[in-house]
């Protein structure tokens, strides 16, 4: 049997499955049924390591072992698999999940927020920034900063990033209380039932004559991105974060002189 190996490399990231219990199941596979020592001859894998990993393939669900002798193994269908990983995945993440909620009622959380809070008495103010690179992380960050908004959050970006905003903004505004939010970006046909979505939860306005993305949260915290949206890739674009109200509330008070105009 010659599988390519980029196939298999695919598939052993994709069902977490190590080099001989990805060659044995697809083994398994071409055959429907086999024994362990012909799933060995085809697949290349050491006869003395076959029945460990067929072992381990039978734990996962992988395969079956039939009743009789010689002892023989059949597939599981590709589709019944698919369905039980994506369980098992499921029930580990809620586990996972629970485990972290249950650390926050623990002395040890108690411990690690005391250890911030004294540490961050100790940092200058001009040390509270940073950069990021890749969207997902400027993104990541940007919901960070919204989580703890307690008055306010104004938004400035362009047509495309308000489109690709909304998956993050609109689950976060819908759980707001008192929080005053605007948005100001370019109001297009191709982004206009988006902001018939956010306007339930927000102020949004239309502006056309500036090209900025930024976000500021309570007047204090800012991230503001360094290249243009529609001239650079994703995986490049570049956001810069400060904690300052100094700068923050300066670029908020010059937001509002524009803010006024907008409709």
């Given at each position: 049997?010659?599988?390519?190996?980029?196939?298999?490399?695919?598939?052993?990231?994709?069902?977490?499955?190590?080099?001989?219990?990805?060659?044995?199941?697809?083994?398994?596979?071409?055959?429907?049924?086999?024994?362990?020592?012909?799933?060995?001859?085809?697949?290349?894998?050491?006869?003395?390591?076959?029945?460990?990993?067929?072992?381990?393939?039978?734990?996962?669900?992988?395969?079956?072992m039939k009743l009789g002798k010689p002892i023989k193994y059949m597939a599981v269908k590709p589709e019944e698999i698919?369905?039980?990983?994506?369980?098992?995945?499921?029930?580990?993440?809620?586990?996972?999940?629970?485990?972290?909620?249950?650390?926050?009622?623990?002395?040890?959380?108690?411990?690690?927020?005391?250890?911030?809070?004294?540490?961050?008495?100790?940092?200058?103010?001009?040390?509270?920034?940073?950069?990021?690179?890749?969207?997902?992380?400027?993104?990541?960050?940007?919901?960070?900063?919204?989580?703890?908004?307690q008055k306010s959050v104004t938004i400035m970006t362009t047509a495309k990033g308000l489109q690709r905003k909304?998956?993050?903004?609109?689950?976060?505004?819908?759980?707001?209380?008192?929080?005053?939010?605007?948005?100001?970006?370019?109001?297009?046909?191709?982004?206009?039932?988006?902001?018939?979505?956010?306007?339930?939860?927000?102020?949004?306005?239309?502006?056309?004559?500036?090209?900025?993305?930024?976000?500021?949260?309570?007047?204090?915290?800012?991230?503001?991105?360094?290249?243009?949206?529609?001239?650079?890739?994703?995986?490049?674009?570049?956001?810069?974060?400060?904690?300052?109200?100094?700068?923050?509330?300066?670029?908020?008070?010059?937001?509002?002189?524009?803010?006024?105009?907008?409709?």
């Amino acid at each position: 049997m010659i599988v390519k190996e980029d196939f298999l490399k695919k598939l052993r990231s994709a069902f977490d499955l190590n080099e001989y219990e990805v060659k044995i199941w697809t083994a398994l596979l071409s055959r429907g049924v086999s024994a362990a020592g012909e799933l060995s001859e085809i697949s290349n894998v050491p006869r003395s390591r076959s029945y460990d990993v067929l072992e381990s393939l039978e734990k996962k669900g992988f395969i079956i072992m039939k009743l009789g002798k010689p002892i023989k193994y059949m597939a599981v269908k590709p589709e019944e698999i698919l369905r039980r990983v994506k369980s098992q995945l499921s029930r580990k993440a809620e586990e996972q999940v629970k485990m972290l909620e249950d650390v926050r009622k623990t002395e040890l959380y108690r411990e690690l927020q005391l250890l911030h809070d004294q540490g961050i008495k100790k940092v200058d103010p001009s040390d509270l920034s940073g950069a990021l690179k890749g969207r997902s992380k400027v993104y990541d960050l940007l919901e960070d900063m919204m989580r703890k908004a307690q008055k306010s959050v104004t938004i400035m970006t362009t047509a495309k990033g308000l489109q690709r905003k909304s998956e993050i903004l609109v689950p976060l505004l819908k759980k707001f209380k008192n929080v005053k939010v605007r948005i100001a970006a370019p109001i297009t046909k191709d982004n206009k039932d988006t902001v018939e979505i956010l306007r339930k939860y927000a102020d949004v306005r239309n502006i056309d004559k500036v090209n900025a993305r930024f976000c500021v949260v309570d007047g204090k915290e800012l991230l503001f991105m360094m290249m243009e949206d529609d001239k650079v890739h994703e995986s490049y674009d570049t956001g810069v974060w400060v904690d300052t109200s100094y700068f923050a509330s300066a670029l908020e008070q010059m937001f509002n002189l524009t803010w006024e105009s907008l409709k």
